[in-house]
């Protein structure tokens, strides 16, 4: 019995991460005070139908260590950047991003943002 149920626990564990992402591409908003603000509408619904017609903000805390780069690995700066510019985002860990406001713009911290495109 006990080996039936750690054979359980085993091959469930994969799956508590399920909607979690650790990479997701947004639109940029702007950047202020440290905080990079994106369009993460695409990760809010992702996997969903029915999608309402809603654009939702991300606030994305930029670290003093977090790449800043373009695609092709040049370093740029969010002063560059125009509006709905394309972007990779790494979170340092993975989160699922819902329509929750507080969720959306608190915990998420940035290991690498890629201005793509670029």
């Known amino acids: 019995m006990r ?3 750690w054979t359980i626990c085993i091959c469930a564990l994969p799956l508590a991460g399920c909607g979690a992402s650790a990479v997701f591409e947004a ?6 005070n440290g905080v990079l603000t994106v369009d993460c ?3 809010v619904n992702k996997g969903k139908r029915n999608i309402d017609d809603v654009a939702y903000l991300c606030g994305i805390r930029i670290a003093e260590n ?4 373009a695609e092709s690995g040049t370093a740029v ?5 125009e509006p709905a510019a394309p972007l990779r985002i790494v979170l ?3 989160r699922k991003i819902t329509k929750d406001a507080d969720d959306r ?3 998420l911290v940035a290991e690498e943002a890629i201005w793509l495109g670029r």
Do not use: C, N, Q, V
């Open 92 to 94: 340092t860990k993975p």
């Open 3 to 5: 080996r039936l149920a």
């Open 105 to 107: 713009m608190t915990g």
């Open 77 to 81: 700066s969010f002063e560059e950047m």
């Open 41 to 43: 509408s695409d990760e």
């Open 27 to 32: 639109e940029f908003d702007s950047y202020k």
């Open 66 to 69: 977090t790449k800043i780069a």
